[in-house]
């Protein structure tokens, strides 16, 4: 529930810009985030970890932060590991779902192992067959480095001989780089709020949002600087299939121990309407071009309204927090 007493919340920092390759969504975002709770008479303030160090974070005393970092250093479990350590309450996932979630090839992973449907992959190294990796998946497909997001280095191939430089280009943002079944179909992606637990505070979704980007190409400037991406929230799909993409995603969130908030994306195959579950975001985008916003809106919640239910839920680890009783 939403603390009615702005007081309550105590001392407020914004975690933004950080360090990865987002940082500048990252400061969009968290400028949104800090705007949003100073209108609600909250005593908020930015920090920027890309610019300050840990030594001043910890200075600052605060009571909870809300976490707008996106990216690796802030989104991966790195700032949780550090949060959990200094004691302060931070909004979104644990420092575990966190690192999971960053992580594309594990997370496909976890979502395979619990008969959760997401595309086919193949981990690429430099030597790599792209031969039988091309049959196996059948072009085209889609690589990208396993941690980062906002379809940094990603590429779509059509052609085996494009993979080894598509393969090049995403491992100049990770060493870890996979190869992902192309679903030809609908872009979706869903919000989820809540924690992924059964329960009177279980994850709830938010309203589908159907993505029609310029000729299929969601690409970071479709993303955040352009409005040519047109968006349907909700979508016009039948109910019946709205309830399955909603059942999946909150499996989805729930098998990864994710909390507070949360953005999944899946494609809807055109051929037989089956959604498959693409990634997990636990840091998604707040500013004004951003998708969860968007959801809520649909129902009725306005940003500040969505920006203080998150802070709401800002905490520590359960195990953590036992931890320190201990001692």
């Given at each position: 529930m939403i603390a009615l007493n702005p007081k309550e919340f105590g001392k407020v920092g914004v975690l933004m810009g950080g360090r990865s390759a987002e940082r500048e969504i990252s400061l969009?975002?968290?400028?949104?985030?800090?705007?949003?709770?100073?209108?609600?008479n909250i005593d908020a303030h930015a920090f920027?970890?890309?610019?300050?160090?840990l030594s001043a974070l910890a200075a600052q005393k605060f009571d909870r932060v809300f976490i707008t970092l996106h990216g690796r250093y802030g989104e991966d479990g790195t700032m949780q590991g550090v949060l959990e350590h200094l004691g302060i309450p931070y909004t979104g996932s644990s420092v575990l779902a966190s690192a999971l979630a960053m992580d594309k090839e594990m997370t496909k992973r976890v979502w395979?192992?619990?008969?959760?449907?997401?595309?086919?992959?193949?981990?690429?190294k430099s030597d790599s067959n792209w031969d039988a990796?091309?049959?196996?998946?059948?072009?085209?497909?889609?690589?990208?480095?396993?941690?980062e997001g906002s379809t940094i280095g990603l590429t779509k191939v059509t052609n085996v001989s494009q993979l080894c430089k598509a393969y090049e280009n995403a491992a100049a943002?990770?060493?870890?780089?996979?190869?992902?079944?192309?679903?030809?179909?609908?872009?979706?992606?869903?919000?989820?709020?809540?924690?992924?637990?059964?329960g009177a505070s279980a994850a709830r979704s938010l309203p589908i949002i159907r993505i029609l980007a310029p000729d299929g190409d969601?690409?970071?400037?479709?993303?955040?600087?352009?409005d040519d991406t047109r968006y349907e929230c909700p979508p016009p799909l039948s109910m019946c299939l709205q309830e399955e993409v909603q059942r999946l995603v909150l499996q989805a969130y729930r098998v990864l121990g994710c909390r507070g908030w949360g953005r999944i994306d899946l494609m809807l195959r055109k051929r037989d309407n089956k959604p498959y579950l693409l990634e997990m975001n636990t840091s998604p985008g707040m500013t004004g071009h951003s998708l969860v916003p968007m959801s809520a809106r649909a129902v009725g919640l306005s940003y500040e309204d969505l920006v203080l239910e998150i802070l709401s839920t800002a905490t520590l680890d359960l195990y953590m927090n036992t931890l320190g009783k201990l001692q």
């Open positions: 969009m975002s968290g400028n949104g985030v800090l705007g949003a709770l100073l209108s609600r920027d970890t890309g610019m300050n160090d395979m192992n619990e008969g959760l449907s997401t595309p086919r992959f193949h981990m690429l990796i091309a049959h196996d998946l059948c072009l085209p497909v889609i690589v990208k480095p396993s941690r943002f990770d060493t870890n780089v996979l190869a992902e079944e192309f679903i030809d179909g609908d872009e979706l992606t869903v919000p989820v709020l809540g924690v992924g637990t059964e969601y690409s970071y400037q479709n993303k955040y600087f352009k």
